[in-house]
C-alpha cells in the first residue's frame, strides 16, 4: 500500500487516524498515519517561528530522555519540543554511566516506569532496544534512533521537509547516499517514502549495502553519477566511523572520489534538486561546504528546523490518550 | 541389582532392524533380545500398550549439562561441547565431565581441538581420549589458520578421534548475529552472507580429504553447504554432518520481532536454505539431529537482539519436533531414530543406539500422538529460551531407560 491508494487522515476519526501507542518505527506506519504526523507536525512551524512559542500540551506532564547513545542534536530537538509544550523534560544520559546495555537495560526501563514518566524518549546503540523496553513500560516512547533500525522522527523531519519544499512527497525520485549498512536514518527513510509513494534509489560502495535493499522497494545503485540522473532530492548520510570494524572503503578522499557531493555531480539531479543530510557531516568527505551552504539547494537547516516541529507533533499525539483528548480517551 | 523386565505389546523401531511389533527383554544393563520373542517367566513385563519403543537418543553437540531437561526428552547420552568453563582441553575436566551425570545421564566430552579453544595450539588429545573424550572439537568457532586445522585433522585422524567443526569462517561472519538478507536488512541487524558457511565447509573438506581424517560438522544450514557435503561423500571423504530442528522448521523471518530466543549460532537462514535443510534430511545428507541444547536465562536472554547470547534450550523439543518431520512424510521413523541415536553413537564411537541384543538397555517409549504446546515459562530445562515457544507438538516420552535402569 502506498500514499497513491491510501485513505485520507481526514476520514478518520479520533484516536482511529493513529492509533499506535509508541512510536518504535515507520515500519507498520500506513501511509495515512504517516501522512497524520506531517499534517500535525505543520502547525508547530509556525508558531516555533512567531514569538510566543510556548504551549500547553504536555503541561504537567514528565518527559524523559533517556539515552543510552551519544547525541547532540536529537537530544537538544527532543528537549526543546518538550519544552515547548511545558512538558517536565528529564534528560538521562545513560551513555555517560555505567548503565551500558544486559540486564540494566530493562531495569533502566523499569525504573522508568516506576518514576511514573509520561513519555519517554530513548536512543540506544542496539537495533531493537526501544521495542523492549517498550514492552516493559506503561508510558508511550519514542524511537530517537536504535541501532541500524530506525530513527522515525528523523525520517517524518525529511519526509515533511520534502513535501514542504516539493509540494509532495509522492512522485519524488529521492537518492539517498552513503553508509547505508550501518544507517537506522536510511532505513526510516526508505520505508517512510516508499509508503509515500516517492521513487527512492540508494546508493553505496557494496561493502556499506545491505543485502534485499530490493526488496524493501528501493532501487539500489553503486555509481552515483548514475543515481543522481534527474534527481529531485538527494539525501547524504555520514560515514559511521564509530560503527564500522574493519575497512569497509580504503578511504575518506577515495569515497569522497566515489560518493562525495561536490557541485559538479550534482549537476546531474534535477536543476532545482532539494539536498539533505541528517547531520552531522563529514565535509569534504560525504558532501562539500559548497553543496551544504547552497542557499538554493540545501535544505539541511530547514531539515533541523522541521525535527523540532516533528518531535513536538509526536509528544502530542502519543501522549493524547492520557490526557484524555477528546476523541482519543 | 541385575534384573530382568521385559517391555511388551510395543512399536519397536530400530534403525538397524527397522520398525515392527513386539517386544524388548532386558537382562541386567543390557537388551538381552528383541522382535518377536519369548519372554521367560522370570521377567517383570512392563506394557507398552501399543507406545512405540526406541533406542534413547544420543544428542551431540549440547552446551550444558541438564538431566531433568535431557531426560524428559528421551536423552541418556550427550556429547559435551568443549565450550565451557574452564574449557574442555585437560585431562582433568575431561575426566570430570565424562563422570558428572551418572548414572542417569552419561556425558562423553568433546575435547577441544586447540588449547583453550584459541585455535593456535594443538590440544593434548590423546591424553584427553584416554580421560574420556569421544570426540575432538572446534567449540563454538571456527579455526582461522588453515594451517592448524590441517594439523588438528591430521594428529585426531591417528588417535581415531572424529574432529567436530563449526563450520562458518569467522572473517565472514565477523559481529554478525543474523543471515544477510531482507530480514536482517528491515531490523538493521549486523549479519553475514550465508556463504560464510560453505566456505568454511569447503576448506575443511579439503582438509579433510587430504589428511584422511573423520570430519563431523555440527551444523549445516545452507544449500550451497550440503552440496558441498554430498560431494564429498560421493567422493568417499569421510564426513557426516547434523542439524537442529530451529534450522529445519524455522527461517530467518521468525527473528522479524527482536525475540532474542531466535537468536542461534549459526543463525536462521533464509526460505530457500531452510527448504535446502528439509531437502537434506529427506535425501540422506543429514546424519544426525541434535538439540543443540544451549539454555540460557533472562540475563543473557532479555537484552537486544545483537547483544544476547546465541542458543536455545532444545533438549525436551527434540523428539517431538522431530516426529512432526515423521509425520509430514519427510523422513521415515527408522531413519529418525539413525539420526537421534545410531548414527551420533557411531560418530562418538559408542557401542548403543539400536535395539540390537547386546546393546545397554538404553531405550526410550514415547507416545507419537500424544499432544502438547512447548510453553518456555514451563519447561524443566534449567532455562526456557525456545524459538518454539507456543508451538502445538505431539509425541511424548513415557518411559525412559538407561543401562536397564528406568529414569523416567
Same mark, same amino acid.
Given at each position: 500500500m502506498s500514499a497513491s491508494d491510501h485513505r485520507p487522515a481526514s476520514q478518520f476519526a479520533g484516536s482511529a487516524v493513529f492509533p499506535h501507542r509508541h512510536l518504535t518505527g515507520i515500519d507498520g506506519l500506513q501511509p495515512h498515519e504517516i501522512m497524520f504526523l506531517l499534517d500535525e507536525s505543520e502547525q508547530w512551524i509556525d508558531s516555533n517561528r512567531s514569538r510566543d512559542k510556548s504551549h500547553k500540551q504536555l503541561r504537567g506532564l514528565t518527559q524523559i530522555n533517556a539515552f543510552f547513545e551519544n547525541s547532540t542534536r536529537t537530544l537538544l530537538s527532543f528537549e526543546i519540543a518538550g519544552k515547548r509544550l511545558r512538558a517536565d523534560v528529564v534528560n538521562m544520559h545513560a551513555a555517560q554511566s555505567s548503565v551500558k546495555k544486559g540486564e540494566t537495560l530493562i531495569d533502566t526501563a523499569m525504573t522508568l516506569n516506576a518514576m511514573r514518566a509520561d513519555v519517554i524518549v530513548i536512543r540506544h546503540q542496539s537495533s531493537g532496544a526501544v521495542r523492549l523496553i517498550a514492552d516493559k513500560v506503561d508510558c508511550p516512547v519514542l524511537n530517537a534512533g536504535d541501532g541500524r533500525h530506525e530513527h522515525p522522527t528523523q525520517a517524518l523531519l525529511d519526509a515533511l521537509t520534502i513535501r514542504r519544499r516539493r509540494g509532495s512527497v509522492a512522485g519524488q525520485?529521492?537518492?539517498?547516499?552513503?553508509?547505508?549498512?550501518?544507517?537506522?536514518?536510511?532505513?526510516?527513510?526508505?520505508?517512510?517514502?516508499?509508503?509515500?509513494?516517492?521513487?527512492?534509489r540508494v546508493c553505496a560502495p557494496s561493502t556499506l549495502m545491505p543485502a534485499g535493499m530490493e526488496r524493501m522497494g528501493v532501487t539500489p545503485f553503486t555509481d552515483f553519477d548514475q543515481a543522481l540522473e534527474g534527481a529531485d532530492v538527494v539525501m547524504m548520510l555520514r560515514l559511521q566511523n564509530e560503527r564500522m570494524s574493519g575497512g569497509f572503503i580504503p578511504s575518506n578522499r577515495e569515497f569522497h572520489l566515489r560518493y562525495g557531493l561536490t557541485l559538479a555531480r550534482?549537476?546531474?539531479?534535477?536543476?532545482?534538486?532539494?539536498?539533505?543530510?541528517?547531520?552531522?557531516?563529514?565535509?569534504?568527505?560525504?558532501?562539500?561546504?559548497?553543496?551544504?551552504?547552497?542557499?538554493?539547494?540545501?535544505a539541511i537547516t530547514e531539515q533541523v528546523e522541521m525535527g523540532v516541529a516533528v518531535r513536538m507533533a509526536c509528544l502530542d499525539v502519543l501522549t493524547r490518550r492520557a490526557r484524555r483528548v477528546k476523541g482519543w480517551s | 541389582m541385575s534384573r530382568t523386565f521385559a517391555l511388551t505389546n510395543a512399536n519397536l523401531v530400530c534403525p538397524v532392524a527397522g520398525a515392527s511389533k513386539g517386544a524388548v527383554l532386558v537382562r541386567g544393563e543390557t537388551i538381552?533380545?528383541?522382535?518377536?520373542?519369548?519372554?521367560?517367566?522370570?521377567?517383570?513385563?512392563?506394557d507398552c500398550k501399543g507406545a512405540t519403543l526406541a533406542p534413547a537418543i544420543v544428542d551431540l553437540g549440547v552446551f550444558t549439562?541438564?538431566?531433568?531437561?535431557?531426560?524428559?526428552?528421551?536423552?541418556?547420552?550427550?556429547g559435551l561441547m568443549p565450550d565451557q568453563t574452564p574449557v574442555l582441553d585437560e585431562p582433568g575436566v575431561v575426566q570430570r565431565a565424562a563422570l558428572i551425570g551418572r548414572p542417569g545421564l552419561w556425558i562423553h566430552p568433546i575435547a577441544a581441538a586447540t588449547r583453550g579453544l584459541a585455535g593456535q595450539d594443538l590440544a593434548e588429545m590423546a591424553i584427553n581420549r584416554d580421560a574420556g573424550a569421544r570426540a575432538v572439537g572446534t567449540g563454538e568457532r571456527w579455526i582461522a589458520d588453515s594451517g592448524v586445522m590441517r594439523k588438528v585433522l591430521a594428529y585426531a585422524g591417528d588417535l581415531g578421534l572424529t574432529v567436530i567443526?563449526?563450520?562458518?569462517?569467522?572473517?565472514?561472519?565477523?559481529?554478525?548475529?543474523?543471515?544477510?538478507g531482507e530480514t536482517a536488512t528491515r531490523m538493521g541487524l549486523p549479519s553475514a552472507p550465508a556463504i560464510a558457511e560453505a566456505l568454511a565447509i569447503a576448506r575443511d573438506l579439503m582438509l579433510a580429504e587430504e589428511t584422511g581424517a573423520k570430519l563431523h560438522l555440527r551444523q549445516v544450514t545452507t544449500a550451497a553447504g550440503f552440496d558441498l557435503v554430498r560431494a564429498a561423500k560421493r567422493r568417499g571423504i569421510a564426513v557426516t554432518c547434523g542439524i537442529t530442528p530451529a534450522h529445519l522448521l524455522l527461517s530467518d523471518i521468525a527473528m522479524s520481532d527482536f525475540r532474542t530466543f531466535t537468536h542461534l549460532s549459526p543463525p536462521l537462514r533464509d526460505e530457500s536454505d531452510r527448504r535446502a535443510c528439509l531437502q537434506a534430511l529427506a535425501d540422506g545428507t543429514i546424519d544426525v539431529l541434535c538439540s543443540g541444547h544451549d539454555p540460557r536465562g533472562p540475563e543473557e536472554k532479555r537484552l537486544p537482539f545483537a547483544d544476547s547470547a546465541p542458543g536455545m534450550a532444545g533438549a525436551e523439543t527434540l523428539l517431538a519436533l522431530a516426529l512432526g518431520m515423521v509425520r509430514d512424510e519427510v523422513?521415515?521413523?527408522?531413519?529418525?531414530?539413525?539420526?537421534?541415536?545410531?548414527?551420533?553413537?557411531?560418530i562418538l564411537g559408542l557401542e548403543t543406539g539400536t535395539l540390537a541384543a547386546g546393546m545397554p538397555a538404553d531405550l526410550m517409549?514415547? !507416545? +507419537? $500422538?500424544?499432544?502438547?504446546? &512447548? !510453553? +518456555? $515459562?514451563?519447561?524443566?530445562? &534449567?532455562?526456557?529460551?525456545?524459538?518454539?515457544?507456543?508451538?502445538?507438538?505431539?509425541?511424548?516420552?513415557?518411559?525412559?531407560?538407561?543401562?536397564?535402569?528406568?529414569?523416567?
Open positions: 525520485r529521492v537518492v539517498i547516499c552513503g553508509d547505508i549498512l550501518h544507517s537506522r536514518v536510511a532505513r526510516s527513510n526508505i520505508l517512510a517514502l516508499t509508503a509515500l509513494a516517492a521513487e527512492v550534482l549537476a546531474r539531479a534535477k536543476p532545482d534538486v532539494l539536498v539533505m543530510h541528517p547531520g552531522p557531516m563529514n565535509r569534504g568527505v560525504e558532501i562539500d561546504s559548497a553543496v551544504a551552504d547552497h542557499v538554493v539547494h540545501s | 538381552a533380545a528383541s522382535g518377536d520373542i519369548r519372554i521367560p517367566k522370570d521377567a517383570d513385563v512392563i549439562i541438564d538431566i531433568p531437561a535431557c531426560h524428559a526428552g528421551g536423552i541418556v547420552r550427550v567443526a563449526h563450520p562458518e569462517d569467522g572473517g565472514v561472519v565477523g559481529e554478525a548475529v543474523a543471515t544477510s523422513i521415515t521413523v527408522e531413519r529418525l531414530m539413525a539420526l537421534l541415536s545410531a548414527n551420533p553413537a557411531a517409549v514415547f !507416545d +507419537a $500422538d500424544a499432544p502438547w504446546l &512447548i !510453553d +518456555a $515459562d514451563h519447561m524443566v530445562a &534449567i532455562a526456557g529460551n525456545t524459538p518454539f515457544d507456543g508451538l502445538p507438538v505431539q509425541g511424548k516420552v513415557r518411559r525412559l531407560f538407561k543401562g536397564g535402569a528406568e529414569l523416567l
